[in-house]
């Protein structure tokens, strides 16, 4: 009766020990995702400064040498 109470003991605990391996795969992939979107709202907003600062140069008719 001692072997099967640990099989199903150390089943537990297994599972257990995914299930908080999982949560923290999803808070990671979470912080990833807000990270990503911040980045590419930053880079969003750097190129359209670049397009407006280009297009003020073209405007003007000046080449940079």
Known sequence: ???PMLAIALGFCGIAVLGVLAVRVFVAAQRLGRQVA???ETINRAAEDLERA??????????LR
């Open 1 to 3: 009766m001692f072997w």
């Open 38 to 40: 911040a980045t590419t």
């Open 54 to 63: 280009a297009t003020r140069l073209a405007a003007t008719g000046e080449a």
